[in-house]
């Protein structure tokens, strides 16, 4: 009886492994198709790329959009001089406690990091349920604003974002103008391609039709189990830049879902952690092969 109590429980804890994997048995990793994830110097050699480090200090700085102050952090390396700019645009979390550590992580890879606080801007909630139209207004004059620093190198930023600032990211790029002349390249974070007041089919089916105008050279990352109805909007998206011959880079991390980046110690776990400093060493190198 001992026996068969053991190998019912083996069994049902064997089934519910397989089928919480199961979407992905038969299916490869984007980032395997081409293995854009290879290293030769790694493979024969044993040679690591060493990271970019750099102290960090941070200032709040405001900004206007019209009759709108925009508040913003502004992170940079101590050490003087001037450095590549980028702008990180929060998404529906807002800038807290758990989201603005990432913007530091960001800029102690050697950048120059502006990001707008657009909810206080316009005195919205955290978490908010429908989309201002003109938060993605004040992302667009952020790009503006970080373009006129004076410890910047060259004329041209890249955008990070993350959740919603994905959407508001894409909004000031298409919509607002701001690719191709100021905006060298796009890395997002498991972003919300669509509409957030758009219909739920839009949500599950259906990808920001501005994608299709997204000219710039694009990252996206996402976690395997992250949520279908955001999944399914970045894997299409995706599909449509790669028609148009934009060769927009992809990559779902085993084992992890939405937020991999900023969860909390207590919830976080070590997938979490590995995606994570993969994905801000693969932005950087990103960020500088296309902002040279």
């Known amino acids: 009886m001992k026996q068969l109590v053991t190998l019912l429980f083996l069994l049902i804890v ?3 492994a397989t089928a919480r994997h199961e979407p992905w048995v038969t299916l490869e990793y984007p980032q395997d198709k081409d293995k854009t994830w290879w290293d030769d110097a790694w493979w024969d050699e044993g040679k690591l790329q060493p990271p970019s480090n750099y ?33 990180f645009q929060h998404g529906r979390r807002g800038l807290d406690e758990l989201t603005l550590p990432a913007v530091k992580r960001l800029a102690a890879r050697g950048f120059v990091v502006l990001a707008p606080d657009v909810f206080s801007a316009r005195f919205i909630e955290k978490l908010p349920m429908e989309h201002d139209d003109k938060l993605d207004s ?5 790009i503006e604003v970080l373009l006129k620093r004076k410890d910047i190198k060259g004329n041209k930023a890249c955008i990070v974002s ?5 959407y508001m990211s894409l909004k000031a790029l298409v919509t607002h103008k701001k690719q191709e002349k100021e905006i060298a390249c796009y890395v997002s974070f498991y972003p919300h391609w669509q509409d957030p007041n758009l219909a739920e089919p839009y949500q599950v089916y259906r990808y920001a039709t501005e994608i299709n105008d997204l000219k710039v050279p694009v990252m996206v990352f996402v976690g395997e189990h ?4 955001r999944i399914r909007p970045i894997m299409e998206g995706i599909a ?7 060769k927009p880079a992809l990559i779902v991390y085993p084992g992890v879902g939405r937020g991999f980046d900023f969860r909390p110690p207590k919830v976080r776990t070590f997938a979490d952690d590995l995606a994570t400093k993969d994905a801000f060493q693969r932005t950087e190198n990103f960020i500088r092969q296309h902002l040279k």
């Open 240 to 246: 449509a830049l790669e028609e148009k011959g934009r």
């Open 162 to 166: 993350h959740t919603r600032g994905g």
């Open 55 to 87: 102290d960090v200090v941070m200032e709040e700085v405001e900004y206007k959009n019209g009759d709108t102050d925009v508040p913003a952090y502004l992170f940079r390396p101590k050490k003087p001089g001037k450095y590549l700019p980028v702008l």
């Open 138 to 142: 004040d992302v667009a004059k952020g």
């Open 14 to 16: 064997f089934s519910s």
């Open 226 to 229: 992250d949520q279908y109805q």
